[in-house]
């Protein structure tokens, strides 16, 4: 599945306006989200095996759900973050 296939350039362009250091993060997310469109990141997850500093991409997630785009919620050992909807209709 290609990127265009799974957002909006419309989606791209406010990321690129608004927080363009959360880009990767928001890929990160729509390419792991499972069909509920929700995905679990440990920190372990995102310091081994994506070598991303935890602190910058919880940061990142909290700037995205700011521009609606996604809900996340803390856990001890980790985050749950689920894809606002971004699919339109025809």
Excluded at 38 to 61: A, H, Y
């Amino acid at each position: 599945m290609d990127i265009y296939s799974i957002t909006s350039q419309e989606i791209l362009d406010r990321i690129s306006r608004h927080c363009p250091e959360a880009l990767s993060t928001y890929l990160q997310c729509i390419n792991r989200a499972n069909k509920d469109n929700t995905v679990f990141f440990t920190k372990q997850l995102v310091e081994v095996d994506m070598s991303e500093d935890w602190r910058p991409f919880r940061n990142n997630i909290k700037k995205l759900a700011r521009e609606n785009l996604l809900e996340w919620h803390p856990f001890d050992d980790g985050i749950s973050v689920t894809l606002v909807d971004i699919h339109e209709d025809g």
